[in-house]
C-alpha cells in the first residue's frame, strides 16, 4: 500500500484547508486510517483517525471541532478538512494507514499504524 498525501500549503489564521490521502494497492474492506502532525521540535501528534466499517471518527481535542476526517470509500482516499485554522495548527501532517481495522484503544497511536505517507506541510501565519 502507498499513500500519497496532498493538499497542503499556506493560509492565514481562521483560514480553511483540505488535505487529502490517496491509498494505491489493495482496498482494504476493513482498516483504518488516520492524520498525525509534527511541528518543528516537537513529537509527532495524533490529530484524526477513521475506521470501517462503520465509519467512526476520532479527533484529538485540540482539533476536535474545527477538523473533520472522512473516507471515500469509491475512490479510496481519506479527507482531513481544517476549518478555523490556528498558528498552532503548523505542522508537516503524515496520513497513515492499517490494514485491519484497530480497536478503539489503539487509533491514536502511531505504532498502530501499517503504513505512512510522505507528509504535506501545513502553515499558518498571517
Known amino acids: 500500500v502507498q499513500l500519497q498525501a496532498s493538499g497542503g500549503g499556506l493560509v492565514q489564521p481562521g483560514g480553511s484547508l483540505r488535505l487529502s490521502c490517496a491509498a494505491s494497492g489493495p482496498t482494504f474492506t476493513s482498516g483504518g486510517m488516520g492524520w498525525f502532525r509534527q511541528a518543528p521540535g516537537k513529537e509527532r501528534e495524533f490529530v484524526a483517525a477513521i475506521r470501517w466499517p462503520g465509519l467512526n471518527a476520532y479527533y484529538a481535542d485540540a482539533v476536535k471541532g474545527r477538523f473533520t476526517i472522512s473516507k471515500d470509500l469509491a475512490k479510496n482516499t481519506v479527507s482531513l478538512q481544517m476549518f478555523s485554522l490556528k498558528p498552532e495548527d503548523t505542522a508537516v501532517y503524515y496520513c497513515?494507514?492499517?490494514?485491519?481495522?484497530?480497536?478503539?484503544?489503539?487509533?491514536?497511536?502511531?505504532?498502530?499504524?501499517?503504513?505512512w505517507g510522505q507528509g504535506t506541510q501545513v502553515t499558518v501565519s498571517s
Open positions: 497513515a494507514a492499517k490494514s485491519s481495522r484497530p480497536i478503539v484503544s489503539a487509533v491514536r497511536g502511531s505504532e498502530t499504524y501499517d503504513f
